[in-house]
């Protein structure tokens, strides 16, 4: 078994906890389980009579489970928490914390295919039971679908040369690892910033296989029908596509950010920010977890 901090180090962990604001008898969600740093933290806090629910799509990470009656994990997309949470009798909650991306775990697994950094399939699925990996994607898309999401999901500017590359590179052969795809984005790959690129690459390629922006739109919106008065919405996001859905949403209520009024002009929302601005890492943090650097962490109570 990993211990927590060698499969992913908690980031803000005590930013975090203290942002739930728990309650000992209290009913919480952690649907981000991996190591299990943030869910022992919660479990800490809770008395007797409180209850954890963790949620986590990768099946490794059930390798971290503690041995507390109180905690129950779900193998499972969290997009689907309302539906599991009436199943364990355990609505409403009185708060819920997402800590979204690839754990490190995930990232220094090879076979996992999520980093270019290591030789292995070209996968990058978070459930292994998901029928489509990444290979299938950079080996059947059609060259704009390829690229569109790229430019989508990786923020890429030249995203169609991107896509013509890689559709020129699977005419010759399948590619079917992750150095292939490193191979195959040679020729449009910056000498400046080759990791910073590629980075982009394998952002979009998972984030398209496992459907995050779905999965958190989906998650969002259920956190207003699950969450209590009075409980509170804890999101840490890491790159500026889940921040803006996080963000629009702890403001407006809205995931496009529109602003919705009653008939006296009064702002309608879910949740009532508890931070007007994320918060961020601090130097020394960064230090000892450079992966905490690019972390944005958000809050809000349910009004």
Not at 79 to 93: E, F, K, Q, S
């Amino acid at each position: 078994m990993l211990m927590a901090s060698e499969y992913h180090a908690p980031v803000l962990l005590h930013d975090c906890i203290e942002g739930l604001n728990i309650r000992p008898d209290g009913v919480y969600v952690d649907v981000t389980f991996g190591g299990g740093g943030h869910s022992r933290a919660i479990l800490e806090k809770l008395g007797p009579q409180g209850r954890l629910v963790a949620f986590d799509r990768d099946v490794d990470a059930a390798a971290n489970v503690p041995d507390d009656p109180r905690f129950t994990l779900v193998h499972s997309d969290f997009r689907w928490i309302r539906n599991h949470l009436r199943y364990l009798d355990a609505l409403p909650v009185n708060g819920l914390l997402a800590d979204l991306g690839v754990s490190s775990h995930q990232f220094d697994a090879g076979p996992r295919g999520f980093s270019f950094r290591f030789d292995g399939p070209l996968d990058m699925r978070m459930d292994r039971r998901a029928p489509r990996t990444a290979a299938d994607l950079v080996n059947t898309l059609a060259e704009p679908e390829l690229a569109a999401l790229l430019k989508r999901y990786g923020e890429l500017r030249d995203a169609r040369r991107v896509a013509r590359s890689l559709v020129q590179a699977r005419a010759v052969h399948r590619m079917a690892t992750t150095t292939q795809l490193v191979e195959a984005l040679k020729p449009v790959t910056p000498k400046r910033d080759a990791s910073g690129f590629l980075a982009q690459v394998f952002q979009a390629l998972r984030i398209a296989v496992n459907d995050e922006l779905g999965s958190l739109e989906r998650l969002l919106e259920e956190s207003a029908r699950i969450i209590t008065p009075g409980g509170r919405l804890v999101v840490m996001s890491y790159h500026s596509l889940e921040d803006r859905l996080v963000k629009h949403w702890m403001r407006t209520g809205d995931l496009e950010g529109r602003e919705h009024k009653d008939l006296y002009g009064n702002r309608i929302r879910p949740f009532e920010p508890v931070n007007s601005r994320a918060i961020v890492p601090a130097a020394e943090e960064v230090e000892q977890n450079p992966r905490a650097r690019s972390a944005r962490l958000r809050i809000g109570e349910r009004t």
